[in-house]
């Protein structure tokens, strides 16, 4: 059954950081290129970073520079680094295989807020 927990979400003021984890189980992890995703209130999903299966990395616009993706594959995790964060990043964030995509987490809640 194919698994996708997300965690390290928090509330943090603009200038923070966190660092969040997708936990992936029940598919070869090592052969799929993995996002991360977020949705804010009110708003459609986006993919914000990505890594392909050899480890390139591609980011939006806007969050190019603060963030960085990541994955560990002997632990079948994917990592979200975000620096300098703004009000703007406040979203639920979610990982997700590229391609195909499949079933969603629950995501994990990113505040930033003074």
């Known amino acids: 059954q194919v698994q996708l927990v997300e965690s390290g979400g928090g509330s943090v003021q603009p200038g923070g950081s966190l660092r969040l984890s997708c936990a992936a189980s029940g598919f070869a992890f090592t052969i799929y290129g993995m996002g991360w995703y977020r949705q804010a209130p009110g708003k459609q999903r986006e993919l914000v970073a990505r890594?392909?299966?050899?480890?390139?990395?591609n980011y939006a616009d806007s969050v190019k520079g603060r963030f960085t993706i990541s994955r560990d594959n002997a632990k079948n995790t994917l990592y979200l680094q975000m620096n300098n964060l703004k009000p703007e990043d406040t979203a639920v964030y979610y990982c997700n295989r590229l391609a195909p995509a499949t079933s969603w987490g629950q995501g994990t809640q990113v505040t930033v807020s003074s």
């Open positions: 890594i392909t299966n050899g480890g390139t990395t």
